[in-house]
């Protein structure tokens, strides 16, 4: 296998010493040894064609970057021992996740791995996953997961199925306003000005912390939800406006006004199955923030998320994006998206997980998180991912910007509380 590189996944081969961009993801699972996963790894995963990616390296020559099969492929190098044995609380856990999220993988296999904690907790172990996002993204990375699981009880989805798309005359009307609307939003993204607060405009360091909310009942947030005329993205996405206000102006003495962020929006038709690659639009986005209750953001961020859904604007930044990296040179390229990017506080995404309860190799998984990457001078990630029934927040910060993301977390589980009483 050798096939040049998209300019969809090359985006994502920028890596600084600041900013790795790679995916990292915990699981928490009944007690699993290494030698079991890897057994359901070859089973359901080895030899899939779909993930014929995951036995590649990205080799540079002079015709630019192309996937080709690694020679000295081995799942022995690719699922191993996590190096540090003693990761026995959760406490222990969140530290070597940010001590890991600051390393780049080795660069002489596939930029993937998967370290087993066998002895997590009292009866557990924990899987510490790093993905380079060249590989894919979260939507594709699903459809990994669903692949190595086994379903407990009722089914789990059919791998793939991605919300959104909307009517194949919506698709085409949006197509063909694109043209026309691409100028304006172009226009308007390159005169924002920079968010500049205690979370952004610091010089990172390179040093990650991670962290991550208690669970939150899905119920609560589909009570709120229905009670408010909004979606459950419309109403987490008020969260996270309600909870970077609440940190400002406890910590920093900040009233913040609006929050940009850089949001992840799937571009694929509906219902198509994902393969492992990279195909979403980076979107720009500012959400409105002050001191408003929770109940009157979420109304106002519903309005700006049907305004976005009706727009050409992720197909207009989808399309930048791969025109910048197929006709301009790196260096150029790169320099135009991270200038856009470099308007935003944080990249924030929000991924549908498995619905249902799930195992790996027959040991029932209690706990899914992850932790998605950003680019540029952007220090903070948020990351919320849904599974069986209850919902939880990455937070991923750089060291410079927020040396304890557990502060931002407890501003989230705040805005959870609120939510209980939206119901």
Known sequence: MRQPVSPNDAMWLQDTATNLMVINAVVVLDRLDLEALRAAWRERVEDDPRFARLKCRVVRDKAGNHWQVDPDYSLERQIIHAPKDDLATLQHLEDYVGAEASKPLPDDRPRWQFQVVEHFEADASALVIRIHHSIADGMALVGLMFALVEELGEAVPKAGRTPGGGARRSVLAQALAMPLQAPGILLSRLLWRPDRHALHGTRLSGEKRVAWTSPLDLAVVKAAKDRLGATVNDVLMGSVSGAFTSYLRTHANHRLEKLRLSMP???????????????????????PAG???????????????????GSAAPGVIYGLQRALLSFLPEGASRGLIDFLANKCTAVVTNVPGPTRQIAIAGRKVRTLLFWVPQRADIGVGISILSFAGRVQVGVLTDASVLEDPNRLVAAFEEQFEVLRGLG
Not at 292 to 309: F, G, S, T
């Open 265 to 287: 929006v799937n571009v694929r038709p509906a219902h198509e199955r994902p393969s492992l690659d990279n195909r979403f639009a980076a979107v720009p986005l500012e959400l």
């Open 291 to 309: 001191d408003l209750p929770l109940e009157a953001i979420i109304h106002l961020v519903k309005a700006r998320m049907d305004a976005l859904k």
